[in-house]
């Protein structure tokens, strides 16, 4: 019986330690300044405009992942929902946030986020962002696979069936 035990020990010892070591040699560390970010368009998503530059994981896939979104000066995001929270940093200009069906920029309730305002979005919470005259850059980050639900299909620049709005 003791060997069994000791055996059974040995396998999950074993199992657990291969494990974290498939999972250490496929991810890698990321060290990046700013500067060091590979912008590119952002998914068709969001309105044309904004930038995207991946950090860490795939904002694609069932995993974590880390994103830096760059909006230009007078930018709207509509009324939308996400199936998973959304954690967002702000890592420059301002971004304001409000909550609800329609965007407004003047809900009494909507909060400007300035350099280092964070904001979580509960899943399948309706809500809208907008800025007003700077660019601004956030991170967002969070399990993904990262994806937007508009809250009117006539706000879905995926719905646009290939016109820029």
Same mark, same amino acid.
């Given at each position: 019986?003791?060997?069994?035990?000791?055996?059974?020990?040995?396998?999950?010892?074993?199992?657990?330690?291969?494990?974290?070591?498939?999972?250490?040699?496929?991810?890698?560390?990321?060290?990046?300044?700013?500067?060091?970010?590979?912008? *590119?368009?952002?998914?068709? =998503?969001?309105?044309?405009?904004?930038?995207? $530059?991946?950090?860490?994981? #795939?904002? !694609?896939?069932? &995993?974590?992942?880390?994103?830096?979104?760059?909006?230009?000066?007078?930018?709207?995001?509509?009324?939308?929902?996400?199936?998973?929270?959304?954690?967002?940093?702000?890592?420059?200009?301002?971004?304001?946030?409000?909550?609800?069906?329609?965007?407004?920029?003047?809900?009494?309730?909507?909060?400007?986020?300035?350099? *280092?305002?964070?904001?979580? =979005?509960?899943?399948?919470?309706?809500?809208? $962002?907008?800025?007003?005259? #700077?660019? !601004?850059?956030? &991170?967002?980050?969070?399990?993904?696979?990262?994806?937007?639900?508009?809250?009117?299909?006539?706000?879905?620049?995926?719905?646009?069936?290939?016109?820029?709005?």
């Amino acid at each position: 019986m003791k060997t069994l035990l000791s055996a059974l020990a040995a396998t999950v010892l074993l199992c657990v330690g291969s494990g974290a070591a498939t999972r250490a040699q496929s991810q890698s560390h990321v060290i990046q300044t700013p500067d060091e970010a590979q912008w *590119g368009p952002a998914p068709p =998503m969001l309105r044309a405009g904004a930038q995207i $530059a991946v950090l860490a994981g #795939d904002p !694609t896939k069932p &995993v974590p992942y880390a994103i830096r979104l760059k909006f230009p000066a007078n930018y709207e995001i509509p009324a939308h929902s996400h199936p998973i929270d959304e954690h967002v940093v702000v890592v420059s200009g301002a971004l304001t946030f409000g909550m609800g069906d329609k965007l407004s920029r003047e809900a009494a309730t909507n909060k400007t986020l300035a350099t *280092g305002g964070f904001a979580l =979005m509960p899943a399948n919470m309706n809500h809208f $962002a907008y800025t007003t005259t #700077d660019e !601004t850059t956030i &991170v967002l980050y969070g399990q993904g696979p990262v994806e937007f639900k508009y809250v009117n299909p006539v706000d879905d620049p995926r719905n646009a069936h290939g016109a820029t709005k």
